[in-house]
Every structure is written in C-alpha cells, then in structure tokens.
C-alpha cells in the first residue's frame, strides 16, 4: 500500500513586516518582544525558511503540519502576511497549523482565536481541539498557545482541551486510524526550562497513557527530538525538528524538516522518518533515515 507522507515543519519566526506603534503595546510584552528580535533576527532568516518551503513542495507531500511560533509579537500585520505565507504553501485543506507562545504573545489586539489562520487550523469551528482525517491519519490539533507574563514562554491546554481530546482519540482508534497529536509546547519532562514548559503536560501525559496515540509532533525547544511517554498498548513515540528559519552557525540547530511515511502493514502502521536539512550553501539535503515502529 502506498504509504501516506507527512511533512512537519515548526518555528517559523517569520521575520516581522514593518510594524505601527501602538500605546498598547508599550504597555505589553510586545515592546520588549521588539527590541529582544533586533537581537534576534540573524536567528531567523527568511531565505532559509524559504529554502525549507520549498523542499517540502518538491517532495510533495500529501499533508503538511506545522507545529507554532509562526509569527513573533502577535499582531495584526504579522496575522496577515503569515497567511500570505502559508497560501503560498500549498492547498488549506493540505496544511495544518498548531499554533504557539508567539502567535498568542500578547492577548491585547491579537486576532480571537487565530481568525485569519481558521481555514488551517481544523475542518469545523468547534474549536481546539479540531480534528482533521487524511488518508489512514487522523491528525488532533490542540493549542498551547496563550498569553504570558514578561520572560515566560509556558504553554497551557486546560481540562476542557484534554478531555476533548481523549475524546477524539478513543473515536479514532475505533476507526483503526494512525493517530497524531499535534501541539507546540514538549510533552515528555525535562525538555525544556520550566519557564518555557507546558504547564498541565502531566495531565496530558496521564490522558495519553489512558487512550494511546501513534505519534506526537511538537516544536519550541528548537531541537531535533525523540523522546517518549507512556501509552497503553507501550512507549509513544513524541518528535520534534529545530526550528525552519534557523541558518547553519546560527543560535541553535540549522533548520530541518521531517518526511513522515505512514503505511498500514498487517494489523498495524509502519512509520519511516527521513530528515532533510539545511546547510551552508543554502539548500535542503537528506540528512538520514529510520523507521519508527
């Protein structure tokens, strides 16, 4: 059977278009926000991201996830021009947006609910968690994106999240789909600072271990990573990639994205990771491969 090829990409960091000043904002993270991206920038650079989009167009892929930090302060402008961005990525029913800290920076102007983002975001408005099959995958979306203090880069689902979510799990493990959970902020313990970690990650650990999932994808430690947490059935395998923007001898990993191949074998799913990432010279090579499970 043919297998069903996922692309997963995260921390965008689209470089910011010229921005307003606003009185609101000097009173909000975002001012800081600003001057912290002056020192920055060099981080994330628009050439490598594009470099990354456009590998993932030529390989193809049928379903493309994005895991957060799309954007950086949280602003109308920035809504706007990511949604150019992402419309010149590939088909909305295609692309699957799972949005982080950065995208909520600030709650003061930002676009209820990631608005402009919606036709990315899931196949229906009951909000997060939205649930979105494709092929043998069954991708759930949650949000860990929400509005935090100075210096703090924590991520939160709520109960009311989780629970919907063990919901949309057991549903699709009785219809024998490949299970994904997509969200920004690490799962598994240690990750991250603790300032930067997801703050109710235990209560998904414990509902995880209750319903099971095939896989997790998430981003923000800007890191290629392969840990684990308890399912019912053993370990769930968690990813995640560095982050898309970042330039060989930049702060942090170049920037990578993942080729997923899911493919049913006998009563179960076969699962090939490739790595593709960026080098010095600019372009996108294959890195390496394994298989999953």
Known sequence: MTAFRLAHLSDLQLPPPPLPFRWRDAASKRLLSRFAWRRKQRRHIRAVLDAIAADVAAHAPDHVVITGDVINFATPEEFAAARVWLEGLGD???????????????????????????????DDDRGFPYLRVRGPVALVNLSSATPTA?????????????????????????????????????????VVAGRKALTDAGALRAMLAETGAEL?????????????????????????????STPVGGHGQPARWNEIAIAREGAGFRTQVTAHGITAAMTVETLGGYVLC
């Open 150 to 190: 100075l210096h703090l880069a924590q991520g939160t689902l709520g109960a009311a999240q989780i629970e919907r979510a063990r919901a949309l799990l057991r549903e699709t493990a009785e219809q024998g789909l490949f299970r994904i959970v997509l969200l920004h902020h690490p799962v598994a313990q240690g």
């Open 92 to 122: 909305q029913a295609e692309v699957t947006v799972s949005p982080g800290n950065h995208d909520a920076l600030s709650a003061a102007g930002a676009p209820k609910s990631f608005a402009p983002w919606k036709p990315w975001l899931g």
């Open 216 to 244: 997790v994808l998430h981003g923000h430690a800007h890191e290629a990573l392969m840990t684990r947490t308890a399912g019912p059935a053993g370990p769930i395998p968690i990813l995640a990639v560095p982050a898309a």
